[in-house]
C-alpha cells in the first residue's frame, strides 16, 4: 500500500442544498470554468430534498471556490457554504481494494484521528482528517506498511 498526504488543502462544504438533476453539474462546471481543482468531493444522501456535500481543493483556492459558491447560490438563502483549511487529505492506494480500505481505516482510528470526509475511486480512498493528526498517522502506517512509500506534499518521508 502507499500513502500520499496533501497538507496544504481546505474543505469546501455546501449544506441544505436542493436535490434535484443538474446542480452538482452546475456547480462543478462553475469550479472547472474559474480553474479550481477539486481533489476529492463526497456527497450526502439527501434528507427531506435537501443535500449535503463536500470537496477538497488546493488551500490557495479555498476562498476562491467558497466566493464562487456564494455568488452563484446567492438565490438560495437556505444554502450555507463553509470553508476549513486546517485539514490535511491522505490518498491511500495499491492491494487489494477491500483490504486497503479496512487497514485505511484502522490506521488512522488507531491514532485516534476522526475521519471527516470520504471519498474513493477505483484503487484509491481519500480520507480527510485534522491537519495535526498527520504525523501520528503517518508513523502508524510506516510501522504496519514499512516497506511502503510515504509522500507528504511530494517528499519522501
Do not use: C
Not at 470520504?118 to 504496519?144: A, C, T
Amino acid at each position: 500500500m502507499h500513502l500520499d498526504v496533501y497538507t496544504r488543502v481546505g474543505k469546501v462544504t455546501v449544506r441544505g442544498l436542493r436535490d434535484k438533476p443538474g446542480v452538482a453539474a452546475d456547480i462543478f462546471s462553475e469550479l472547472v470554468r474559474r480553474n479550481i481543482e477539486v481533489l476529492a468531493v463526497s456527497f450526502d444522501a439527501p434528507i427531506g430534498g435537501r443535500a449535503d456535500f463536500a470537496f477538497v481543493v488546493w488551500e490557495s483556492q479555498v476562498e476562491d471556490a467558497r466566493g464562487y459558491l456564494y455568488a452563484l447560490l446567492y438565490d438560495f438563502p437556505e444554502v450555507e457554504v463553509f470553508a476549513d483549511d486546517g485539514v490535511a487529505l491522505l490518498k491511500f492506494t495499491g492491494g487489494d481494494r477491500i483490504q486497503m480500505i479496512a487497514d485505511a481505516f484502522n490506521i488512522v482510528a488507531s491514532t485516534g484521528a476522526n475521519i471527516e470526509m470520504i471519498s474513493s475511486g477505483e484503487n484509491e480512498l481519500f480520507l480527510l482528517i485534522r491537519e495535526p493528526m498527520v504525523d501520528s498517522v503517518v508513523e502508524m502506517f510506516k510501522i504496519i506498511y514499512p516497506s511502503s512509500t510515504v509522500l507528504v506534499n511530494g517528499e519522501e518521508r
